[in-house]
């Protein structure tokens, strides 16, 4: 009997063992890490509440982003998740160790994608002719770039087609997105590619401009994505009426041309006049069943870590029924989160590596490993901690697998100052920081914000306001005279906006600053240049520490009587999101409007974040580097609500906000598309104040002073001598 009981035990503990599964979660459960869309639809919401509570032996885990679902399904902290095949350009990249289990088909095709050459049969030589030959100064109908992963064809692809045909211009004076656009324009005659060419418009129009060749043959002189010739069916309506090669998705092709579904003649055009072209520069009917392709892109997948990839290729299989996509049970809301589309995912056996995977798609890795310019092209991006390097080279990834060019390189140095040192010296391309440091960059580094983080929120934006107490009897901005005042930090733009704008509307002369105030504080004065710089942190901020949060708490605490601070730290504050005991039950506090601003109530707004680069650099330079950024906005940005990106810029990373960029970041702009901003037309913009005039107080100093002290010590020594309390 003892015997039996041990057999027993041991048989119930191997069947409890194997029922809690080999997943990372509670009782052995398969974490299934999931990335909220952007739309309305808010799959995550509906469906994991349904795994847990129907026992489903699945948990869900929420990704900032596909990278951050790879990473976690690395570190193994989650067990799958449903991914593009781009997703597994970058896991092979990154070395990240997971295996393909299921493809997540939506009709019986062995490849997502096949794309062939179709042209007419008119450019056809009788003799065998290699595609260059027969192609040049034909007219080509392009179906441009996009965005999506499907249609029109991506970056990368497109190029990977481009250069099957024709060379890689790689001219010095040119940026990388202007040497391709000569090279298709040089190559083939009167064409039509639609569509933006780069994202800055200005520059899009430039380029259109120069090789209007590009956009002779489209239907309208706009050659924008609203032209009747863009994308895959515009090609094929450009390939009928005026073109002599099209590159198309193959199920596209047969169906324009009506060799899959039925159409009247009068509605297509006749297939015989049309062909297929190969790679090698023969010929096939249209009709040929299996015809030459030039590119393949294989389906979306399922990848898990190692350990739990047979048990989920097993509970993919489970997902049999007919009709699971609309099961109201778990099963259906675990195909929802795949967003699985037909019956079943089709299971590999065994499942394989992400290379292994991809190598059975013909050119589509050979489109991600494609010769770039020599000597190759790179942007250096500066950084001030190991979690922004870790970001930097992860967008660096997504950016090369979306084929944005030249790639990013990531550098670290100990803070921005020394990054921007990095940038002056040319060690570096490009730092983000923040608008304090727009009128040091600009001042200390000869350096300018080439792109500005813009966002349509006013509140969201850097604002200064005056805020008081409620008792305090200050209700103008005059009524600043005498007393205490707490900025942020010395030299920020708090500091010059208020100083600036007192300025003008008192017609105060540099010299009126002394004594004007009864009090100043304002950190971040080294007291290693002059020892007179205690002035400013005397009384109000605790050693050592700076910021918004210090300039509120003086003022909470009765340190000051007004500090500089912005509409969002206010709205903090009044929120009770501040968790310091000092708080905990906020005070009423009022803001000070200037005369010429009711409405808004600030003495100045900036946009929140700027990338920096060296005033000296050259225009091709300035092209490309608007170009890398504004193209990594598009893909992983904000501006596509229903684009479900493999990489967010705006999104915390690690679980902190504000890395590299703000998290309330609506999207990059350039100086020309600032002034075009609905927002633009708001009052008091610093960016606009720097760029029209430098600080006049500084400027006069300077001038009498330069003899006299040396360079390294002119800025910090004429601040303090114009603005120091006598």
């Not at 999931?34 to 847990?52: A, M």
């Not at 120069?210 to 924008?224: D, E, N, Q, R, T």
């Not at 004594?515 to 007179?532: H, L, T």
């Not at 010429?596 to 330079?621: E, L, Q, V």
Request: with cysteine; charged share 20%; hydrophobic share 40%.
């Amino acid at each position: 009997m003892q015997k039996v009981a041990v057999i027993l035990f041991l048989f119930s503990f191997i069947n409890n063992a194997l029922l809690q599964g080999t997943g990372s979660g509670t009782n052995g459960n398969l974490r299934l890490c999931v990335v909220e869309g952007r739309g309305s639809y808010k799959r995550t919401l509906k469906n994991c509440p349904v795994l847990d509570k129907e026992s489903s032996g699945v948990e869900c885990v929420l990704g900032t982003d596909r990278l951050d679902c790879l990473r976690r399904i690395n570190k193994g902290t989650v067990d799958f998740g449903a991914f593009s095949p781009e997703d597994l350009i970058a896991a092979q990249w990154a070395g990240v160790d997971v295996l393909v289990t299921n493809e997540l088909r939506y009709r019986s095709k062995p490849f997502e994608r096949s794309v062939v050459a179709v042209v007419n049969r008119r450019i056809l030589s009788d003799e065998p002719m290699p595609v260059r030959a027969l192609l040049k100064n034909r007219t080509l109908c392009h179906p441009g770039s996009g965005v999506d992963d499907l249609r029109p064809l991506s970056f990368t692809l497109s190029a990977y087609l481009e250069f099957q045909v024709l060379s890689r211009d790689c001219l010095d004076d040119l940026s990388l997105a202007e040497n391709r656009v000569k090279a298709l324009a040089d190559f083939f005659g009167s064409s039509c590619k639609a569509g933006a060419w780069v994202v800055d418009k200005n520059r899009d129009a430039q380029l259109k401009r120069k090789y209007f060749s590009l956009c002779a043959a489209c239907g309208s002189s706009s050659c924008s994505a609203n032209d009747p010739y863009w994308g895959s069916s515009g090609a094929l309506a450009c390939l009928a009426e005026v073109g002599d090669v099209a590159w198309g998705e193959l199920v596209d092709i047969q169906a324009y041309f009506g060799l899959t579904e039925p159409r009247g003649k009068s509605l297509r055009p006749p297939a015989e006049k049309y062909a297929y072209l190969c790679r090698d520069g023969s010929h096939q009917p249209l009709e040929t069943p299996e015809p030459c392709v030039w590119l393949q892109r294989p389906w979306p997948v399922i990848v898990a870590k190692r350990r739990a990839s047979e048990a989920v290729a097993n509970l993919a299989l489970s997902l049999h029924n007919n009709n699971v996509t609309v099961d109201p049970h778990w099963r259906g809301a675990l195909a929802a989160l795949l967003e699985i589309r037909s019956a079943q995912p089709e299971p590999l056996q065994p499942p394989v590596t992400p290379a292994d995977y991809l190598a059975k798609a013909r050119g589509f890795r050979e489109a991600y490993s494609q010769t770039g310019c020599v000597p190759p092209r790179h942007i250096t991006f500066c950084t001030t901690s190991n979690l922004e390097r870790n970001k930097c080279e992860w967008l660096s990834e997504a950016g090369a697998v979306y084929g944005v060019a030249p790639s990013i390189q990531c550098a670290i140095a100990n803070s921005t100052s020394e990054c921007m040192k990095a940038v002056a010296n040319g060690d570096a391309h490009i730092v983000a920081a923040d608008s304090n440091w727009l009128m040091k960059a600009e001042r200390d580094y000869n350096l300018t914000a080439v792109l500005h983080e813009a966002t349509p929120i006013v509140d969201k934006t850097h604002t200064v306001v005056a805020n008081v107490l409620t008792d305090s009897h200050i209700n103008k901005m005059a009524d600043l005279r005498g007393k205490r005042v707490a900025f942020p930090e010395y030299d920020g733009v708090a500091w010059h906006s208020v100083l600036r704008y007192l300025k003008n509307k008192e017609e105060l002369s540099c010299g009126d600053f002394k004594g004007y105030f009864k009090e100043i504080c304002a950190p971040g004065v080294s007291q290693s240049v002059i020892e007179q710089a205690k002035v400013f942190t005397t009384n109000c901020y605790e050693e050592g520490l700076s910021g918004e949060m210090q300039a509120l708490k003086a003022l909470v605490e009765g340190k000051t009587d007004v500090a500089f601070i912005s509409m969002e730290t206010y709205k903090t504050y009044r929120a009770k999101l501040i968790s310091q005991p000092w708080a905990s039950e906020p005070l009423q506090l009022n803001p000070v409007c200037p005369e010429d601003n009711p409405k808004y109530c600030f003495i100045s707004w900036a946009n929140i974040g700027h990338i920096y680069a060296s005033k000296n650099i050259s225009t091709m330079r300035h092209q490309e580097i608007v170009n890398v950024f504004t193209k990594l906005d598009q893909l992983f940005g904000k501006q596509y609500p229903f684009h479900n990106s493999i990489f967010s810029m705006y999104s915390p990373f690690n679980h902190q906000p504000d890395v590299l960029f703000h998290n309330s970041t609506k999207n990059l702009i350039t100086d020309d598309s600032l002034k075009s901003q609905p927002y633009s037309r708001i009052p008091l913009n610093f960016e606009r104040s720097l760029s029209n005039s430098t600080d006049s107080c500084q400027a006069e100093e300077i001038a009498n002073l330069s003899a006299k002290i040396q360079p390294g010590l002119l800025v910090m020594m004429v601040s303090l001598v114009v603005y120091l309390i006598s």
